[in-house]
């Protein structure tokens, strides 16, 4: 059983920071694409920033102020977010294409994090 577990949420202040941090964990084989979305209050879910095979696409209301990287060897991504504005609250969620032992790729997501920004 693969799940992602996220971690780092929290309140902060306009042009503050937070790192958010998720583990992949059970039976891998393979990770291609690990990211983050996030999903404001009556809005649809967003990309927010995504890695795969080296390449990163960030959404442009975050580029220069975000930035994603990846531990491979701890099946780990992360979510560095400096400037903070309240635009950036949401729920954060975590992403990933895995392939499981002796499995095809899936998507995976985290329960999600909860992001506050006040002004």
């Known amino acids: 059983q693969v799940q992602l577990v996220e971690s780092g949420g929290g309140l902060v202040q306009a042009g503050g920071s937070l790192r958010l941090s998720c583990v992949a964990s059970?039976?891998?084989?393979?990770?291609?694409?690990m990211g983050w979305y996030r999903q404001a209050p009556g809005k649809q879910r967003e990309s927010v920033a995504v890695?795969?095979?080296?390449?990163?696409n960030y959404a442009d209301s975050v580029k220069g102020r975000f930035t994603v990287s990846r531990d491979n060897a701890k099946n780990t991504v992360y979510l560095q977010m400096n400037s903070l504005e309240p635009e950036d609250t949401a729920v954060y969620f975590c992403?990933?294409?895995?392939?499981?032992?002796?499995?095809?790729?899936?998507?995976?997501w985290g329960q999600g994090t909860q992001v506050t920004v006040s002004s």
């Open positions: 890695t795969s095979g080296g390449i990163t």
């Open positions: 992403y990933a294409t895995i392939r499981a032992s002796g499995g095809s790729f899936k998507d995976y």
């Open positions: 059970g039976s891998i084989f393979s990770i291609r694409t």
